[in-house]
């Protein structure tokens, strides 16, 4: 079994600074690429940001320059540093990870979503 969990958010005015954290824990081999998501109220899930085992990274163009995703692989975690946030950056932000479970069985797990409010 596998389990995602995110930490790290909160109510921040604009402008301010959060990071995010989602640590994986369970019975895997090996997680590959991983990336962050986030669902506003009324909108569909949109992607925020990808980094794959290796380190390359993308990101919505909404966040380019302001948001930084990173992993650390000892630690099965990856992190979405949030700066100059704006009141748009509001939302649920999910992790997701796609890895290889020991049965052999390879796909993608979600965490529970961590509030983001970023007020005006």
């Known amino acids: 079994q596998v389990q995602l969990v995110e930490s790290g958010g909160g109510l921040v005015q604009a402008g301010e600074s959060l990071r995010l954290s989602c640590t994986a824990s369970?019975?895997?081999?090996?997680?590959?690429?991983m990336g962050w998501y986030r669902q506003a109220p009324g909108k569909q899930r949109e992607l925020v940001a990808t980094?794959?085992?290796?380190?390359?990274?993308d990101y919505a163009d909404s966040v380019k320059g302001r948001f930084t995703i990173s992993r650390d692989n000892d630690k099965n975690t990856m992190y979405l540093q949030m700066n100059s946030l704006k009141p748009e950056d509001t939302a649920v932000y999910y992790c997701?990870?796609?890895?290889?479970?020991?049965?052999?069985?390879?796909?993608?797990?979600w965490g529970q979503g961590t509030q983001v409010t970023v007020s005006s």
């Open positions: 980094i794959t085992g290796g380190g390359s990274t």
């Open positions: 997701n990870a796609n890895l290889i479970q020991r049965s052999l069985i390879r796909g993608d797990y």
């Open positions: 369970g019975r895997f081999f090996s997680i590959y690429a």
